[in-house]
């Protein structure tokens, strides 16, 4: 009966792919339950490096049920892109199943998530542009279109001239190119071919395996401080990325869930734009860059780089109450020095550290800095814990107090094997 969820602690890009891939060795299934394709996880094993966007990443296993959420907007023609990927590298796509209660990202949501950010000028938010905000607001709205409706097609025509009177009204305040109501229409008639047999309703499937005693895991994109809700609002992204989204965007009730793993990089990178006090603007954060190769998987934008933020780890960990975390790139920090984590802000003179909720005032918020001994001896490739040099033990052990759960899993490379198990946690 268990399900276990794997959410981003930091602000996305903490390597879940990764560490998905490692746990779906035991697992039955793989449930991706927010976001779409603003998200970009990967997976390098023997046959080479993946990419995915929507698709969750225990496809590469020969074994596990990969399955779309309900919680996920789906661009249809970046997962057929995707689904082409797979199948070019002989992955077997017939394990993947879409929920017919998914929404559909439709073409003039990208155009709307451009248009909007343009309008908002120096206040842009710095999306993926991916239309991930237009198509939750819609969805919200109750003018989303959802995957299950491109399989029953029957009233969708109608629909659509109704539903594309309202966006173009909405595109034109912002003199942005009008859609035509019969060519998306046309378009989805192409997009209900090639995906329909992957549509399928999920309840009964999910809750089959539960009562099999399957494990599954709930495959979490962006992180916990890009959260509508417990993010850096309004510089967060459009979809519930903590625990609470898991429990919705899949449909796993919350008595299954067994463990919930928060991941964290071993320092902190956030993209786009909003308050990130422990940023480095200096040599140190353009070596992490550079060293670890931190440019967004979908965009291809230069992640700012900054020390862990453990005011904003513990944070994370209580909205989302981790019952254990993993440490990820833990060898980025190899040889670089002396390693700083920020252990509390400094706001109007005071200290606190408590995670603010306003963005403007963590804006204002500077680092309070713990000082620790670097390492030479590289931790990469490594898959003991008795064989992490002693400064890097000290590390991991004083992140454990600071965000306040056992730390289950290091990672200390991009492939499958350079993990170390601390504790199972299956
Ligand atoms: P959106 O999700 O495209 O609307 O973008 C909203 C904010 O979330 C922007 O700052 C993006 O850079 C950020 N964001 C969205 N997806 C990811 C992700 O997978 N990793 C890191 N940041 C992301």
């Given at each position: 009966m268990p399900a276990y969820a794997i959410i981003g602690g930091q602000w996305g890009d903490e390597g879940k792919g990764k560490i998905v891939d490692f746990l779906t060795a035991d697992a039955q299934a793989v449930v991706r339950f927010s976001g779409g394709n603003n998200a970009g996880h990967t997976v390098m094993n023997d046959e080479g490096e993946f990419k995915f966007h929507l698709?969750?990443?225990?496809?590469?296993?020969?074994?596990?049920?990969?399955?779309?959420?309900?919680?996920?907007?789906?661009?249809?023609?970046?997962?057929?892109?995707?689904?082409?990927?797979?199948?070019?590298?002989?992955?077997?796509v017939s394990r993947l199943v879409i929920s017919d209660r998914a929404h559909v990202i439709m073409p003039y949501h990208i155009a709307l998530d451009g248009l909007e950010e343009k309008a908002r000028g120096k206040d842009a938010l710095g999306t993926t542009g991916r239309g991930i905000g237009p198509a939750y607001m819609d969805k919200v709205a109750r003018w989303g279109i959802r995957m299950g409706e491109l399989k029953d097609v029957v009233g969708l025509r109608a629909r659509l001239e109704a539903l594309v009177a309202q966006k173009n009204a909405h595109i034109k305040l912002y003199d942005g190119e009008p859609f035509d109501a019969s060519e998306l229409y046309e378009r989805c008639l192409a997009w209900?071919?090639?995906?329909?047999?992957?549509?399928?309703?999920?309840?009964?499937?999910?809750?089959?395996?539960?009562?099999?005693?399957?494990?599954?895991?709930?495959?979490?994109?962006?992180g916990a401080l890009l959260d509508l809700d417990h993010g850096t609002y309004p510089y967060v992204t459009s979809s519930s990325a903590t625990v609470g989204g898991a429990i919705t965007g899949s449909g796993v009730h919350p008595r299954h869930l067994k463990g919930i793993m928060g991941v964290f990089k071993a320092y902190t990178t956030r993209v786009?734009?909003?308050?990130?006090?422990?940023?480095?603007?200096?040599?140190?954060?353009?070596?992490?860059?550079?060293?670890?190769?931190?440019?967004?998987?979908?965009?291809?934008?230069?992640?700012?780089?900054?020390?862990?933020?453990?005011?904003?780890?513990?944070?994370?960990?209580?909205?989302?109450?981790?019952?254990?975390?993993?440490?990820?790139?833990?060898?980025?920090?190899?040889?670089?020095?002396?390693?700083?984590?920020?252990?509390?802000?400094?706001?109007?003179?005071?200290?606190?550290?408590?995670?603010?909720?306003?963005?403007?005032?963590?804006?204002?918020?500077?680092?309070?800095?713990?000082?620790?001994?670097?390492?030479?001896?590289?931790?990469?490739?490594?898959?003991?814990?008795?064989?992490?040099?002693?400064?890097?033990?000290?590390?991991?052990?004083?992140?454990?107090?600071?965000?306040?759960?056992?730390?289950?899993i290091i990672s200390t490379g991009p492939k499958r094997e350079e993990t170390v198990l601390v504790h199972p946690v299956l």
């Open positions: 698709v969750p990443s225990g496809i590469v296993w020969p074994h596990p049920i990969c399955i779309i959420g309900n919680g996920v907007v789906v661009d249809p023609v970046g997962l057929l892109a995707e689904i082409d990927g797979l199948q070019r590298h002989k992955i077997d209900s071919e090639q995906l329909g047999d992957y549509i399928q309703p999920t309840e009964a499937l999910i809750e089959d395996m539960l009562a099999r005693g399957d494990a599954i895991l709930l495959e979490g994109a962006q786009g734009a909003g308050p990130m006090p422990s940023e480095l603007d200096d040599e140190v954060g353009n070596t992490i860059r550079e060293r670890a190769w931190e440019y967004g998987t979908t965009t291809g934008r230069p992640r700012r780089c900054g020390w862990f933020d453990a005011v904003a780890a513990r944070y994370s960990a209580s909205v989302n109450g981790f019952t254990s975390a993993v440490l990820t790139r833990l060898d980025v920090l190899d040889g670089l020095g002396p390693v700083k984590v920020c252990v509390a802000y400094k706001l109007d003179g005071e200290i606190i550290t408590r995670f603010p909720s306003s963005a403007s005032v963590l804006e204002r918020c500077e680092p309070v800095l713990e000082e620790f001994e670097g390492w030479d001896n590289p931790t990469a490739g490594l898959q003991n814990m008795k064989d992490l040099p002693r400064q890097a033990k000290t590390y991991v052990r004083r992140l454990e107090d600071l965000i306040g759960c056992p730390i289950s």
